[in-house]
T-cell receptor, first 115, second 113 residues
């Protein structure tokens, strides 16, 4: 079974600075998707970014980018120019290419942004 | 209006009571999911459905049941609620094809006393 590990329960960043959230996963599959979801205090789950494992290029969405290291099974999220609105819980998630499209989530990282 | 809605948003109930959480979507998606969120555990899959006639157990289905009344509606039931079912519950939907990105509802906070 696949597992997703987020080793940082909490992180802090100064406004306008850059922060990287870590995520590792365990799988024997070669094709899969990886996601980062954001959960602000409103508790809504918001998709931040997604990466297909067959793509070597790292995904980017505005200030959010990933460092996808397939061999190392690592999928970190970099937030540049951090803003107060980035404060939230961030979840890393894995989805198999096959096997029912189920998401496997990590435990989450709380990101605090200091002004 | 929100694409995925959940009712109720918050609910307090007592041990042994039957409770139903409802999910509706206007995204036209075939696939629907129920997750449970607990502190330190992330979200875990309870049940999922790929169409009205297809229901599948997830990682933690014991103590729960579901009903897919229509393509747009997917309900989660706790037949006899217990305190360790206190959690935040999310419904999600995804398309049959394409990226299959899951879109989440706003969540239901359930407290079982």
């Amino acid at each position: 079974a696949q597992t997703v590990t987020q080793s940082q329960p909490e992180m802090s960043v100064q406004e306008a600075e850059t922060v990287t959230l870590s995520c590792t996963y365990d799988t024997s599959e070669s094709d899969y998707y990886l996601f980062w979801y954001k959960q602000p205090p409103s508790r809504q789950m918001i998709l931040v970014i997604r990466q297909e494992a067959y793509k070597q290029q790292n995904a980017t969405e505005n200030r959010f980018s990933v460092n996808f290291q397939k061999a190392a099974k690592s999928f970190s999220l970099k937030i540049s120019d951090s803003q107060l609105g980035d404060a939230a819980m961030y979840f890393c998630a894995y989805r198999s290419w096959s096997g029912g499209n189920k998401l496997v989530f990590g435990a989450g990282t709380i990101l605090r942004v200091k002004s | 209006d929100a694409d995925v809605t959940q009712t109720p948003r918050n609910r307090i109930t007592k041990t042994g009571k039957r409770i139903m959480l409802e999910c509706s979507q206007t995204k036209g998606h075939d696939r629907m999911y129920w997750y449970r969120q607990d502190p330190g555990l992330g979200l875990r899959l309870i049940y999922y459905s790929f169409d009205v006639k297809d229901i599948n157990k997830g990682e933690i289905s014991d103590g729960y049941s579901v009903s897919r009344q229509a393509q747009a509606k997917f309900s989660l039931s706790l037949e006899s609620a217990i305190p360790n079912q206190t959690a935040l519950y999310f419904c999600a939907t995804s398309a049959l094809v394409g990226s299959d990105t899951q879109y989440f509802g706003p969540g239901t906070r359930l407290t079982v006393l």
